[in-house]
């Protein structure tokens, strides 16, 4: 077998037979990676718990036809601030679970891992309300969803922008409006995070309008990957 090193985070596992996991990784080299770890829910496992969601880890694996096997790991980003507040935890999912949507196996995507991980570490260290909202509308971006944000996406009027439809290319005039209304405060924060402003944008506090946010970042995530979040709750704080 070929062996390969990387860095990744662990984005869900599950069981496999009496004492093996099966763990999905996003790594910055190899994408998406669907890997056994053998024997790591038996009591005396050399690195069971350092195989957990959100965790970072550089690891050393041997690859497989279609699944690899992890033979090494390092934990690098525990994330405790993360594992300690249950409302945290469940934003991280949200991220976790988006990723894995849009994720490719076997196709390099360092920038998406370099986000992810920006994004976990904020989340730890700050619990911004919108680090996770943030996340999201980025990894659209990425995944070459640019919403315009300028203008009417329809027709190119400049002003009364009142909705915003990512299928429709982004905010939307009162003429052509489809998708979800969208205030003025929300149009101005959603400039701020996709316009080179994300610092300021996440020392926003808690509001309607963050929240307002939140669940047009929710919504159109969902609406872009066709299908919904399971673990959307963790919005909860933010949806209000």
Known sequence: MTTYKDEGVVIKTMRLGEADRIITLLTSEHGKVRAVAKGVRKTKSRFGARLEPTNNLALMCWQGRELDIVTQVEVLDHFKGIRRDLD??????????????????RHPSAAMHRMLVGALRVLDERGSPLTITAFLLKLLVLDGSMPVLD???????KEHLVAFDILEGGLLCSDCRSGMPVSQGA???LRMVLGGRLAAALDEPASDITRELSRLATRTMESHIERRLRTVSGFKTQLG
């Open 88 to 105: 945290r935890l469940e934003q991280a999912m949200v991220a976790l679970e988006a990723v894995d949507q849009i994720a490719q196996e």
């Open 151 to 157: 203008s009417c996406a329809s027709c190119g009027a």
């Open 187 to 189: 149009v101005s924060l």
